[in-house]
């Protein structure tokens, strides 16, 4: 089982669903020619994916075209269900940076053929996450900037504040489908600006005043 790293603390979680929303960045729709959703577009990565900041992501040998998505991702800190938006902001235990790697031309294969996007998104080393702070350590804001950058040159790079939908908005929709435990992960989007990443380019994703993680494709 995979167990979460959090700074400055012994604490540990060990992971359990993770919870990926798409669309949540109105510009990162429009880049990949999609329509903004009313409700929060939802998928799921099996924790077996996960890898953490230093590890390798491992390009897949039946895709030519991964990309890169930086993300605020939420940790849960207690089981919930069914909850408003007072108990879903409590229910968040803390935050890190995280990147959902996806494989664009097999997603873009599948969405033709209406099918689910299991293949393009949740192959192994698809989920990279760095350590977390804790929420009572740090009072999230949604000023902070999140940015990835391919080789040192900037890629993604936007403030938090325009998600559609903020982290307690996505917990208490998400809670109103499926309950949510301990240890699961919340990827909340990208902003715009992802693109295909190469064997052996180097990634580093930030959350400015949060936590940075850095790998390499190979």
């Known amino acids: 089982m995979k167990k979460i790293k959090i700074q400055n603390s012994d604490k540990?979680?060990?992971?359990?669903?993770?919870?990926?929303?798409?669309r949540n960045y109105v510009e990162h729709a429009k880049e990949l020619?999609?329509?903004?959703?009313?409700?929060?577009?939802?998928?799921?990565?099996p924790s077996s994916v996960l890898i953490f900041s230093g590890d390798k992501i491992i390009y897949p040998s039946f895709s030519t075209?991964?990309?890169h998505e930086v993300e605020l991702v939420v940790l849960i800190g207690k089981k919930t269900k069914n909850v408003n938006l007072f108990e879903a902001e409590a229910a968040i235990s803390g935050y890190g940076v995280g990147l959902d790697m996806t494989l664009r031309d097999i997603q873009?294969?599948?969405?033709?053929?209406?099918?689910?996007?299991?293949?393009?998104?949740?192959?192994?080393?698809?989920?990279v996450i760095s350590d977390f702070m804790l929420k009572e350590n740090y009072m999230l804001t949604l000023s902070e900037e999140i940015?990835?950058?391919?080789?040192?040159?900037?890629?993604?790079?936007?403030?938090?504040s325009k998600m559609i939908f903020n982290?307690?908005?996505?917990?208490?929709?998400?809670?109103?489908?499926?309950?949510?435990?301990?240890?699961?992960?919340?990827?909340?989007?990208?902003?715009?600006?992802?693109?295909?990443v190469n064997r052996e380019d180097k990634l580093n994703a930030e959350i400015t005043g949060i936590a940075?993680?850095?790998?390499?494709?190979?």
Not at 12 to 22: F, L, Q
Not at 147 to 160: A, F, H, M, P, T
Not at 212 to 217: G, H, I, S, T, Y
């Open 12 to 22: 540990e979680y060990t992971v359990g669903k993770i919870v990926c929303v798409g």
């Open 65 to 67: 075209e991964m990309h």
């Open 167 to 196: 982290p307690a908005q996505l917990v208490e929709y998400i809670s109103s489908i499926m309950t949510l435990e301990e240890g699961d992960l919340v990827f909340t989007g990208t902003p715009a600006g992802v693109s295909k």
């Open 212 to 218: 940075k993680l850095e790998c390499d494709v190979v």
């Open 108 to 127: 873009n294969q599948l969405k033709k053929k209406g099918h689910p996007w299991t293949i393009a998104k949740c192959f192994d080393t698809s989920a």
């Open 33 to 45: 020619g999609n329509e903004v959703t009313e409700k929060p577009l939802i998928f799921l990565k």
């Open 147 to 160: 940015s990835l950058s391919v080789n040192g040159v900037i890629k993604q790079k936007d403030q938090l």
